[in-house]
């Protein structure tokens, strides 16, 4: 069979969901999947950016460096790990913009079956994680996706604030993210890829 494939899909303003976007890479190739990471457009006006030297400094230094995530991205993968920080509870507009784009392949049926999953940060450790992953998982099960949640399948869930619905992290005001969850990361990479793997499979 051939590797499962995986765009990890992510938005970033300083860096802590693009930390986790590589983390999500990592686990995944352990596991023998074949990656793409891939950032959604920046909407943000120049002078918010600006205003932000954290942000600033991401989008200058960091995102310059990342692909720009297409349609076609979609149609090749088996599998799609979003990640994304909080806005008061919901996915960033960056995201939902760009998940807004995709009707067509929607109407086509191309978004059936892909298995997926998501991150979350936020600042506080109860800021709305669990909203802002249900929110994007609410688009998933309009495109006939197969969410594939970490639930409590591996004990690295409870040592990184045991989110269920997907590992979640909290920022602290310096930036830095406060539980250590690059294990409950790449479990959840892992098992992503599994369940696509088991899709594929079957699809044969
Ligand atoms: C407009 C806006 C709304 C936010 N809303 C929340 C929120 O509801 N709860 C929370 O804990 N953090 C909130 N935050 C903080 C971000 O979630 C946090 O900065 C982000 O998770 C950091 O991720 P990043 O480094 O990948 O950008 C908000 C930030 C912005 C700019």
Known sequence: ?????????????TGTNFQLAQWAAEGAHEFGAEVK?????????????????????YVEEVAVCVPTVSL??????????????????????????????TGGLWFNGKLVNKVVSA???????????????????TTMYHWGAIVA?????????FGAGGNPYGTSVSVGQDGKMIEDVQ??????????????????????
């Open 37 to 57: 990471v891939l950032k959604v457009p920046e909407l943000a006006p120049q002078s918010v950016i600006d205003s932000n030297p954290a942000w600033k400094n």
């Open 119 to 137: 991150m979350v940060s936020a600042q506080n450790p109860h800021g709305g994680q669990e909203a802002t992953i249900l929110s994007l998982y």
């Open 183 to 204: 294990a409950a990361v790449k479990h959840q990479a892992k098992r992503t890829v599994t369940v696509a793997e088991w899709v594929k499979k079957a699809n044969q």
């Open 72 to 101: 076609s991205d979609l149609e090749w993968a088996d599998a799609i790990i979003f990640s994304v920080p909080t806005r008061f509870g919901n996915m960033p507009s960056q995201m939902k913009q760009f998940l807004d784009t």
């Open 149 to 157: 949640a970490p639930g409590y399948t591996d004990p690295v869930t």
């Open 1 to 13: 069979m051939s590797k499962v494939k995986l765009a990890i899909i992510y938005y970033s303003s």
